[in-house]
């Protein structure tokens, strides 16, 4: 099975690199969070833990409910790595929410000089079918006897009456 950060990795555009979630970083505090814990919560796993794991010592869901317990304090009473990790985490997610913000400012500039190059097609549309428009009625039009067409008409008669 491949994992989640080479599949990342794979799928990431280059351009973009530098505003995806570092993962790798945050996974290392994730684990410095589970090893603190487990130094913890060793000495404590007497009669407590025995209550949830049925007197076996040492429980899987110990770290976790260690985590719970000091997670669900006071955000100042964390640990220094739990600290660490939500600092991080919140460097990570501004520098997204930043790197989403400025692409749709960008996007938002594309969509209106692409709706005034829009607004600019429809007119030069609208000239185009009254130019045509106004060819039609001057070709259906009768000519007129003070119009171009009539004079050379005549002109061109009286030269073979001439002839």
Not at 47 to 73: C, E, I, K, Q, Y
Request: hydrophobic share 35%; charged share 30%; proline share 6%.
């Amino acid at each position: 099975m491949v994992k989640f950060s080479r599949e990342l990795q794979a799928q990431l555009i280059p351009e973009w690199k530098d505003a995806f979630v570092d993962y790798r970083q945050l996974k290392k505090h994730v684990k410095k969070i589970k090893l603190s814990l487990l130094r913890s919560s060793l000495p404590n796993s007497s009669s407590s833990d025995d209550h949830h794991n049925g007197g076996g010592g040492f429980s899987l869901f110990d770290p976790v409910r260690a985590f719970a317990a000091r997670f669900s304090a006071p955000r100042n009473d964390h640990p220094p790595p739990v600290k660490e990790f939500l600092e991080k985490l919140e460097q990570e997610l501004e520098k997204v929410n930043g790197f989403y913000t400025n692409k749709e400012n960008e996007f938002c500039d594309r969509g209106e000089i692409l709706s005034k190059q829009l607004q600019i097609l429809v007119d030069l549309k609208q000239l185009l079918h009254e130019h045509r428009r106004r060819r039609r009625h001057q070709r259906s039009a009768p000519p007129s006897p003070a119009g171009g067409s009539v004079t050379s008409l005549l002109s061109s008669a009286s030269s073979f009456s001439g002839a």
